[in-house]
């Protein structure tokens, strides 16, 4: 039994072609939907997971070098968030930057809201040490 699902799964997988029971009997989908529901969400699951938590980090670092505000450890803590957010900003462009249009779209919705608010957190936190 188990030889038999092994191996209707393996043709499965190499032929790249997915099974889909519907209403109207067992269909086959597309090669191209097939492959990207093997390989590809996994993998760019992974990658948005790193970034989200580097967001994370930035986010941390912000926040650190927001309340040591006037103290001594201000600028090592500016800069200690500067480096997280230049990392979590190239990691984000470095992943769009390999991905389709519509994918990208995907992407932007997912977490795209999230990278920019601390992009602009970050700007915001310069200038008013500009104005100080």
Do not use: C
């Amino acid at each position: 039994m188990f030889a038999q699902l092994a191996s209707t799964h393996l043709r499965i997988l190499f032929t790249r072609r997915l099974p889909v029971i519907s209403a109207w009997g067992p269909q086959v989908q597309s090669q191209s939907v097939a492959r990207r529901w093997y390989s590809a969400p996994r993998d760019l699951d992974k990658e948005i997971e790193s970034i989200t938590d580097l967001a994370t980090v930035a986010k941390d670092e912000m926040d650190f070098a927001l309340e040591s505000r006037n103290s001594v450890y201000y600028n090592d803590d500016k800069a200690a968030a500067h480096e997280a957010v230049d990392e979590m900003t190239e990691a984000y462009n470095s992943l769009l930057g390999r991905l389709t249009d519509a994918d990208k779209r995907s992407i932007e919705m997912r977490i795209g809201m999230k990278i920019k608010e601390i992009q602009s957190a970050y700007e915001i936190m310069t200038l008013n040490d500009l104005e100080d």
